[in-house]
């Protein structure tokens, strides 16, 4: 069965420094994808960055990047230049067909902390 | 473009009443589903639908029922509140049911049941 681990509960940042959230995932299915959501106290979730299986490139958005090394099956978030604002929770999920009927299958969270 | 509402935003039931969670959609998408989030814990997967008139079970599916009238709405029905089903829900959509499709979350619910 799929399953994703995240084995960081809380990290902490200084302002404008880089962070780097771990996330690994286990699948069977050839064909998935890899997802980050930001979580804000206010609760809801926002989708920030998605990696294929089959990407060659580390996929990228602004300040985000996806650290994705899929020999040993891991996806981890980089924050670059670290923002007040990105304090939050942070999750990771990945979506396959073959064994989950493309639902999103989420690790448990990494709460990031942000100081100034 | 509202993107993925839904209402209410708070709700508090007692044990054994019903209600529905609205969900509703305005970017065409095909596949909707509904989540429950439990402090701690990542979202899991209740009800999926691949289409109108298509759900299926997900992860959690006891104690909610689903419909799928038309491609804009998913509303999530629960038949008997009880306790356990103090959670945070989340609709969500995307595009398709492939894995390159990005599923796109509505602001929640947050429903007590005393």
């Known amino acids: 069965a799929q399953k994703i681990t995240q084995t960081q509960p809380g990290m902490f940042v200084q302002e404008k420094e880089a962070v780097t959230l771990d996330c690994t995932y286990d699948?069977?299915?050839?064909?998935?994808?890899l997802f980050w959501y930001k979580q804000p106290s206010s609760g809801e979730m926002i989708f920030l960055i998605y990696?294929?299986?089959?990407?060659?490139q580390n996929a990228t958005e602004g300040r985000y990047s996806l650290n994705f090394q899929k020999a040993r099956k891991s996806a981890n978030l980089v924050i670059s230049a670290s923002q007040l604002g990105d304090s939050a929770m942070y999750f990771c999920?990945?979506?396959?067909?073959?064994?989950?009927?493309?639902?999103?299958?989420f690790g448990e969270g990494t709460q990031l902390t942000v100081n100034p | 473009n509202a993107g993925v509402t839904q209402t209410p935003k708070f709700q508090v039931l007692k044990t054994g009443q019903s209600m529905t969670l609205q969900c509703a959609q305005d970017?065409?998408?095909?596949?909707m589903s509904w989540y429950r989030q439990d402090p701690g814990m990542g979202l899991r997967l209740i009800h999926y639908s691949v289409g109108a008139g298509i759900t299926d079970q997900g992860e959690v599916p006891n104690g909610y029922n689903v419909s799928r009238s038309t491609t804009e709405d998913f509303p999530l029905r629960l038949l008997s509140a009880a306790p356990s089903q103090t959670s945070v829900y989340f609709c969500?959509?995307?595009?398709?049911?492939?894995?390159?499709?990005?599923?796109?979350f509505g602001p929640g619910t947050r429903l007590t049941v005393l």
């Open positions: 999920a990945m979506r396959d067909v073959e064994t989950s009927g493309s639902r999103l299958t």
């Open positions: 699948t069977s299915d050839p064909s998935y994808g």
């Open positions: 969500a959509s995307s595009y398709s049911r492939g894995v390159v499709d990005t599923q796109y």
């Open positions: 990696q294929g299986s089959y990407d060659q």
């Open positions: 970017m065409n998408h095909e596949y």
